[in-house]
């Protein structure tokens, strides 16, 4: 095993040793996934054990989660930029080895304690939310499984570590998206989320090979001689490829391909809102808060491939495409969440949009900037979701916005802390910390050298988030009740998560403002001063100005559209009375899954069609003439067989039996008689031994 | 004549009626009598041949016959006991009825 300890950034190379905190950091991840292994040999009806042994081992993932975390901590208020790395052989052929590693850096710091922490509390939500459900062990065996591999992508040293786990989320999140099986809907959104993250990852997988083709290891660092250190970087920049790109751009833009297929970048993002079949602490977890900003985070790990060539100030194609994606994402899917009745599709395309806001950040502003949208996000989003989950709890499963209205008196905590997510969503000025990383996403479309565009759709795209949560939440909470029976207030179980949630929703953006800009400085490698000086940069007051009235002006829409007014659940939207052909187009989903149905899904179907007549016509003809001419040829060897071939062993085997009989009248059956001829053998050998020892 | 070829006279003698009490007799406990003849005689030129070989003070031929004597005991046991065996089993100890070995 090697191991060595790499110090960047602000303080010289001197020492080489590996902390016991990372050399055990394997345990994070492994914790959940053993655990997974036990729950999945547990009778059904074990369900105090399953949940305790999944909840014990993530909570001890998170323990050395913070460990490391501290550990990374301790170092950068020393002045160390921490990256330690344990790599070994997984295997070799030829002359190449196939490394496997992890590594500890404050990215993957950061995402450890959010992994694990929202995990955690989603987990306890579960116990709540998955009370009825006969199949609470299956799930929590698969919850497990989802956050261990979920760790492994974030410790992961080695894009082909990072690639199995990878895949293994997406296996964990087809299983629960089909965790109600028996419901046709849920069973074909399964199979279409793995079949469309499928599409990006074939790229992803090429962009492997690829990279291991051009540098001979998949290791993200390693001393110097890693895939992504400068080494290997300047050499996949000196070898061209197609259409003017280097190797770093093209291997870029296929990781970029599985990272869209994965955080539901348009043209992938039609699995995420059908992925809202399952359970609703799933869609928290996986579909808002972690597996579906594991594609964020894989830009953010391979940012120096990405960002490789770039001049000053400059920036490469790989990242101008990344932006260009973000930003078509983040408005082209909150134009579409405005029109949506569902609760949890209204949040599923708000995170299809976010996640478009943060591919943008990380496209113009670097890991720092995307990377915090990430973790904001993370905690507002599972915040809104656990709140969606509780609204549709409580209203008996209810989960169309139409039929419900109201519930701020009858569900207070769940009104409280889903206003809380909401206005952190909206990014509400100053307390919220969607505020904070929004506009640093914002600061840097504006500064960007390419293109003002994006900075003018992520500013719609804000205005419209404003929008249509606050149209979400005035159908939820405000007017009269319209459903049927009267919702009720979920348990503590559920709502103490909520609770802790909505604290991290406001708090976290302290870390992140332009005063105090620590988060960044902990995942640069800087120090980090706290002076009222930062807000005034040129341009940024005036840019919080901006967003603030951008917020207002669409909460103020919202209000004016909506409020007070608790419209019977068959009357048509406000917005569908003033322009009913957008609002058609919107609420259908401006068509994209119709164009793959009379694209992609048309041409298998026509494919599949040649196939089955190639297969019937051609194929099935040539089979069927071999088997005609074998048959034929049976049918001589049949006749040789039983004229020429069986003729002379039956011969063979008359002339045996006749010597047989003959050689077995030897055999009398008398002892005397053997004894004679025995006794004159003897006498005829002396006679001879006697007449040859004369002669 | 010398003393060996007085001795191996005598076994030869032994063995030649051992070995037609063996071949004429028909019972089987007559034959194994006649065998036990045949071994005596050939224990005889053994103790023959080492007291008159070239090294009468080891004690090879007697450890010989020693030897054949008890293989013989065994032997006659193991005869007896078949012999036994088939009388209960056919009622008779005549050899030329036990022939259903004959091929």
């Known amino acids: 095993m090697l191991m060595q300890e790499e110090i960047v950034a602000f303080y010289p190379p001197t020492q080489y040793y590996v902390s016991f905190i990372t050399s055990q950091l394997w345990l994070i991840p492994t914790m959940p996934i053993v655990a997974a292994g036990i729950i999945a040999l547990l009778k059904r009806l074990r369900r105090k054990a399953s949940v305790t042994l999944a909840i014990v081992s993530l909570s001890t993932s998170l323990l050395l989660s913070l460990f490391a975390f501290m550990h990374v901590v301790a170092g950068w208020a020393h002045g160390v930029a921490v990256r330690e790395t344990v790599n070994f052989t997984w295997f070799q052929f030829g002359v190449s080895n196939v490394d496997l590693g992890w590594l500890l850096d404050p990215l993957s710091a950061v995402m450890l304690v959010m992994v694990s922490f929202v995990s955690l509390l989603i987990f306890i939500y579960s116990i709540g939310y998955m009370a009825h459900d006969e199949n609470f062990t299956r799930f929590f065996c698969f919850m497990s499984l989802f956050s261990g591999a979920m760790l492994g992508v974030v410790i992961a040293n080695s894009l082909l570590l990072l690639f199995m786990c990878w895949e293994l989320v997406g296996l964990t999140s087809y299983l629960l998206i089909g965790f109600w099986y028996q419901k046709p809907s849920a069973a074909a959104a399964a199979k279409k989320a793995f079949l469309t993250t499928r599409v990006g990852d074939v790229f992803f997988l090429l962009g492997i090979v690829w990279l291991f083709a051009q540098t001979g290891t998949l290791l993200f660092y390693n001393n110097g001689a890693g895939s992504i250190e400068s080494a290997a970087l300047s050499s996949l920049l000196a070898q061209p490829a197609a259409f003017g790109l280097t190797a770093a751009g093209a291997i870029g833009l296929l990781i970029f391909a599985g990272a869209a297929g994965k955080s539901g970048q348009f043209p992938l993002h039609v699995w995420l809102p059908d992925a809202m079949e399952g359970p609703t602490p799933v869609s928290a977890l996986i579909h808002a808060a972690t597996m579906v900003a594991a594609g964020v985070y894989l830009i953010a790990r391979v940012y120096p491939l990405m960002q490789a060539g770039a001049q000053s100030g400059g920036t490469t194609a790989a990242l101008t495409v990344v932006t260009w994606v973000g930003a078509t994402t983040a408005v082209f899917a909150a134009l579409i969440a405005v029109a949506q009745n569902d609760i949890k599709r209204i949040l599923a395309y708000s995170t299809i949009s976010q996640l478009g806001y943060m591919m943008a950040g990380l496209g113009m502003g670097g890991v720092a900037v995307g990377m915090f949208h990430l973790i904001t996000h993370a905690f507002f989003k599972s915040l809104l979701f656990l709140g969606a989950g509780s609204v549709i709890h409580g209203c008996r499963n209810e989960q169309d916005i139409r039929r419900m209205g109201g519930l701020k008196s009858d569900m207070p905590l769940t009104f409280l802390t889903y206003t809380i997510g909401m206005l952190a969503l909206c990014g509400f000025p100053l307390l919220f910390s969607g505020f904070w990383s929004k506009d640093g996403i914002l600061e840097a479309a504006q500064h960007w050298s390419v293109a003002k565009a994006p900075f003018y759709m992520l500013v719609f795209g804000a205005l419209l988030t404003a929008f249509y949560m606050t149209r979400q939440v005035i159908y939820i909470f405000g007017g009269h009740w319209r459903g049927g029976k009267a919702a009720h207030e979920s348990s503590a179980v559920m709502t103490v998560p909520l609770a802790i949630l909505s604290f991290f929703a406001m708090a976290l953006g302290l870390i992140g403002t332009p005063a105090w800009t620590w988060f960044r400085a902990f995942l640069e490698g800087r120090a980090a001063d706290f002076t009222w000086r930062g807000f005034l940069e040129p341009g940024l007051l005036t840019l919080m100005g901006v967003s603030t009235l951008v917020v207002l002006v669409g909460i103020g829409l919202g209000w004016s559209l909506y409020g007070d007014r608790s419209p019977k659940p068959t009357e048509p939207d406000a917005l569908e009375k003033a322009t009913p052909l957008i609002w058609g187009w919107l609420h259908d989903r401006l068509y994209v899954d119709e164009l793959y149905k009379v694209t992609v899904i048309a041409f298998y179907h026509w494919w599949g069609y040649v196939a089955d007549w190639l297969d019937c016509r051609v194929w099935g003809g040539v089979v069927a003439g071999v088997a005609w001419f074998f048959g034929l040829w049976a049918q001589l060897n049949r006749l040789l067989d039983n004229n020429l071939v069986d003729g002379g062993f039956d011969k063979g085997c008359d002339e045996l039996a006749v010597g047989g009989g003959l050689l077995a009248r030897v055999q009398t059956g008398r002892v005397q008689t053997y004894l004679r001829i025995l006794a004159l053998a003897v006498l005829l050998l002396a006679a001879i031994l006697m007449w040859s020892s004369r002669a | ?103």
Not at chain 2, 73 to 81: K, N, S, Y
């Open chain 2, 1 to 103: 004549m010398t003393p060996l070829a007085s001795y191996l006279l005598v076994a030869a003698l032994l063995f030649s009626i051992g070995l037609a009490g063996a071949l004429t007799r028909r019972n089987a406990i007559l034959v194994l009598i006649g065998i036990e003849l045949m071994l005596n005689a050939a224990n005889l030129n053994l103790i023959a041949f080492w007291r008159y070989g070239p090294h009468p003070e080891l004690l090879t031929g007697m450890m010989f016959a020693i030897f054949s004597i008890a293989v013989a005991a065994a032997e006659a046991a193991v005869g007896l006991g078949l012999v036994i065996q088939i009388y209960r089993h056919a009622h008779t100890t005549d050899l030329d009825a036990m022939n259903r070995m004959k091929g």
